[in-house]
């Protein structure tokens, strides 16, 4: 597509349920990020996936987070067991060489 | 060695001012340096871009300048307008041979122009 695509753009759930949220990058862009945003807050990294490298998941804030990247396109983003401070924008981007483009992200709330 | 420290933490400009945001940086291995822009309800978007070789560029409106050895780079908006009240990032990303790098971002800058 035009550009990289995050679904859904809003989700709400219990505590304790676990979520899946998705990104399908630009095409061709080998590179995946994911990174969360909390209210009002900067950019926390998460993790990266670079072609068939391992990921880069040192910033993973806990054993209930993790993601997988299909076939180097689409990701998923699963939060295990949600608790109440996992509420933020979770964004995701692509790209090829310098440069990020980010999709405009999923708003997580967890009640 | 990997922060990135952005300052102001927001910043109000009359419109037709000039607006300008700082960051500095530790990691002498970054050698890629860009803006994004984020408007509310939207992902960041790349604004302007630097690498080190040169201390300034400028897009329109937009000025990025670099200061190798003070490890600092700034942007500055030249006639801010409403429409760039935003949250500003700077970021920074090692040297890397073709492939993506991870970028590294500041903390961000809530601008807001006023009338």
């Known amino acids: 597509g035009a550009g990289v695509s995050q679904s859904p753009s809003n989700k709400v759930t219990e505590k304790g349920k676990d979520v899946e949220l998705r990104c399908d990058p630009i095409?061709?862009?080998?590179?995946l990020y994911w990174y969360r945003q909390s209210l009002g807050q900067g950019l926390e990294f998460l993790i990266y996936f670079q072609g068939n490298s391992a990921p880069d998941k040192s910033g993973l804030p806990s054993d209930r987070f993790s993601a997988e990247r299909t076939g180097g396109s689409v990701s998923t983003l699963t939060i295990q067991r949600t608790q109440q401070e996992d509420s933020a924008v979770y964004l995701c981007?692509?790209?090829?060489?310098?440069?990020?483009?980010f999709g405009s992200g999923t708003r997580l709330t967890v009640v | 060695q990997q922060q990135v420290k952005q300052s102001p933490q927001s910043l109000i400009v009359q419109k037709g001012g000039i607006s300008i945001i700082n960051c500095a940086y530790e990691n002498t291995a970054f050698d890629y340096f860009p803006w994004y822009q984020q408007f509310p309800g939207k992902g960041p978007a790349l604004l302007i871009a630097i690498r080190p070789d040169v201390s300034e560029k400028k897009e329109g409106r937009f000025t990025i300048s670099f200061n190798k050895s003070a490890k600092q780079f700034s942007l500055h908006i030249m006639d801010s307008q409403p429409g760039d009240s935003a949250t500003y990032f700077c970021?920074?990303?090692?040297?890397?041979?073709?492939?993506?790098?991870?970028?590294?971002f500041g903390t961000g800058t809530r601008l807001q122009v006023t009338l």
């Open positions: 981007a692509s790209s090829l060489a310098y440069g990020y483009t």
């Open positions: 095409s061709g862009h080998t590179a």
């Open positions: 970021a920074a990303s090692p040297e890397h041979t073709g492939t993506a790098s991870k970028l590294t």
